[in-house]
């Protein structure tokens, strides 16, 4: 099993930036592939950034020039850097976590509780 907590949301002005993280509790932190999503409302769950426990990291086409995922697997956190924001990053942002099995399915998947971002002058 493996917990997860956001962290860092909060009101921020367009062109700011902000810092989210995810600390999670459990075992085995750095076997697990973890990522960022997003959902505003009346719209679907949106994929943003993922990490392996390598370091290894994939962004959606929509972030992938402002924002930033990294991991500390010492500390078991995970963080989204958001730079230059815009009125459409308002939305919760959920960290989540899914063991890297290797190709072979696993249908874990983990979610934390979601935090708040608002953009807005």
């Known amino acids: 099993q493996l917990q997860l907590a956001e962290s860092g949301g909060g009101l921020v002005k367009p062109g700011g930036s902000l810092r989210l993280s995810c600390a999670a509790s459990g075992s085995f932190f750095s076997t697990y592939i973890m990522g960022w999503y997003r959902q505003a409302p009346g719209k679907e769950r949106e994929f943003l950034a993922s990490?392996?426990?390598?370091?290894?990291?994939t962004y959606a086409n929509a972030v992938k020039d402002r924002f930033t995922i990294s991991r500390d697997n010492a500390k078991k956190t995970v963080e989204l850097q958001m730079f230059n924001m815009r009125a459409e990053d308002t939305a919760v942002y959920y960290c989540?976590?899914?063991?890297?099995?290797?190709?072979?399915?696993?249908?874990?998947?983990?979610w934390g509780q979601g935090t708040q971002v608002t953009v807005s002058s």
């Open positions: 989540h976590a899914r063991p890297d099995s290797g190709g072979r399915p696993d249908s874990r998947n983990y």
């Open positions: 990490i392996l426990g390598s370091g290894k990291t």
